[in-house]
Nanobody
Framework: QVHLVESGGGLVQPGGSLRLSCAASGGIRDIKSMGWYLQAPGKQRELVAMAGTGGSPNYADSVKGRFTISRDRNRNRVYLQMNSLKPEDTAVYYC?????????????WGQGTQVTVSS
């Protein structure tokens, strides 16, 4: 059974930084992509950043130049370094991964971690 576990959320002042981590475990044969989405209250979930198997990562326009995604392929982890945080970044952040298991490729989600940017 695959599990994605996020950590690193919390309360931070505007202009501050946070680093989110996500670890995937359990029955993994391969991982194609890992990334982050956010969901603000009353809004749909939206892409923040995605790191695939090659090429440059994809970022939402709203976070370009402030957030950086990175992957540790050996440890099945993905990170999101968030700098210059703004109140509008406040949301629950979810880890997402496209994982090969015994039954084929499946999309998995973590439970989410709350990020609150407020003074």
């Amino acid at each position: 059974q695959v599990h994605l576990v996020e950590s690193g959320g919390g309360l931070v002042q505007p202009g501050g930084s946070l680093r989110l981590s996500c670890a995937a475990s359990g029955g993994i044969r391969d991982i194609k992509s890992m990334g982050w989405y956010l969901q603000a209250p009353g809004k749909q979930r939206e892409l923040v950043a995605m790191a695939g198997t090659g090429g440059s990562p994809n970022y939402a326009d709203s976070v370009k130049g402030r957030f950086t995604i990175s992957r540790d392929r050996n440890r099945n982890r993905v990170y999101l370094q968030m700098n210059s945080l703004k109140p509008e970044d406040t949301a629950v952040y979810y880890c997402d991964a496209d994982i090969l298991v015994s039954t084929g490729w499946r999309d998995y989600w973590g439970q989410g971690t709350q990020v609150t940017v407020s003074s």
